[in-house]
């Protein structure tokens, strides 16, 4: 059983930073593409970042030059670093391991993006 646990979101000024971290169990993770998925009140949950077992990642439109995605297969970790952040970005943000329908979620951290 693979545990995703997403750690990082807090409130932040707009134009601010975060950094958000998702560390997994299992011995698994490096093969696997990880996610970062977010959703605000009253929206769908839509796809933020992806990055393939091998380090190539890809971004929404909307995030694209402000979030970078990484990850440190040896401890596990993928991280989110969001600068230059705007009110629209507040949300919940859940990590994803193995696929939106078939894969792993964690329980999420808010982000607050407000001054």
């Known amino acids: 059983q693979v545990q995703l646990v997403e750690s990082g979101g807090g409130l932040v000024q707009p134009g601010g930073s975060l950094r958000l971290s998702c560390a997994a169990s299992?011995?698994?993770?490096?093969?696997?593409?990880m996610a970062w998925y977010r959703q605000a009140p009253g929206n769908t949950r839509e796809l933020v970042a992806t990055?393939?077992?091998?380090?190539?990642?890809k971004y929404a439109d909307a995030v694209k030059g402000r979030f970078t995605l990484s990850r440190e297969n040896a401890k596990n970790t993928v991280y989110l670093q969001m600068n230059s952040l705007k009110p629209e970005d507040t949300a919940v943000y859940y990590c994803?391991?193995?696929?939106?329908?078939?894969?792993?979620w964690g329980k999420g951290t808010l982000v607050t993006v407000s001054s």
């Open positions: 994803n391991l193995g696929g939106y329908k078939m894969g792993y």
């Open positions: 299992g011995r698994i993770f490096s093969i696997y593409d």
């Open positions: 990055i393939t077992s091998g380090g190539s990642t």
